[in-house]
């Protein structure tokens, strides 16, 4: 709809913040159940819900590299993680990263879940077909992992008769990672769009300028 040789633009780089601590809060959740203990407050149950985890010493496999996969590896670094990353150019570092992969090492995507250990937590906050639910939900049920903690899902709402609602080892929240729900995304996105401003009133080229 828009006439030949209109640039737009978009506001990467404004949400690794958010999204990440999103995401960071969601691990730690999962690690300590507390997902599950909310569940019992709710239902007036004091009960204990076992073992949990700690992310001192464990491996935080990243996919997808960007502002918001190297927001989340700084912090998985800070609490004792190792980080190893996965995005088209393995060549191109990105800060928190210690290792980084191409996309050609990975396998399909059962697969990938079957080579995860039972004690490892999947997190998506980025695209909801990145994870198969039926595989997911069959891997939790089956005590196959640990946990995991969706932002995104396909598709979006998820369906009410999904097994993943009533899979107590899954958390999910409904795409609110990101958005306008930390007062310092806005102010991101507002100097992104300024600084946009200027540079084309100096004839200067665009950040963020959308290829199409």
């Not at 300590?32 to 076992?50: C, F, M, P, T, V």
């Not at 800060?95 to 995507?109: A, C």
Request: proline share 5%.
């Amino acid at each position: 709809v828009l006439p030949r040789g209109t640039m737009v633009t978009n506001a990467s780089g404004a949400y690794g913040q958010s999204v990440s601590e999103h995401m960071f809060a969601t691990m730690w959740a999962l690690m300590k159940n507390l997902n599950r203990y909310a569940s019992n407050q709710r239902d007036h149950q004091w009960q204990d819900e076992g073992p949990v985890l700690s992310p001192e010493g464990g491996i935080a496999l990243i996919i997808g590299v960007g502002d918001i996969g190297s927001h989340f590896a700084q912090l998985a670094q800070s609490v004792g993680m190792r980080t190893f990353g996965v995005r088209r150019h393995a060549d191109v570092p990105a800060k928190g990263i210690e290792k980084m992969y191409g996309f050609e090492r990975l396998e399909t995507n059962a697969d990938r879940l079957g080579r995860l250990k039972s004690t490892a937590i999947v997190i998506n906050a980025g695209r909801g077909d990145a994870i198969d639910p039926e595989a997911l939900a069959d891997a939790l049920h089956n005590g196959r992992l640990h946990g995991a903690g969706l932002d995104v899902t396909e598709p979006e709402p998820l369906p009410a008769e999904s097994p993943l609602w009533d899979e107590p080892h899954c958390l999910i929240t409904p795409h609110v990672a990101g958005g306008n729900h930390l007062e310092k995304t806005s102010e991101h996105i507002i100097r992104i769009a300024l600084t946009n401003v200027s540079r084309y009133a100096k004839q200067q080229e665009l950040l963020n300028l959308v290829r199409y």
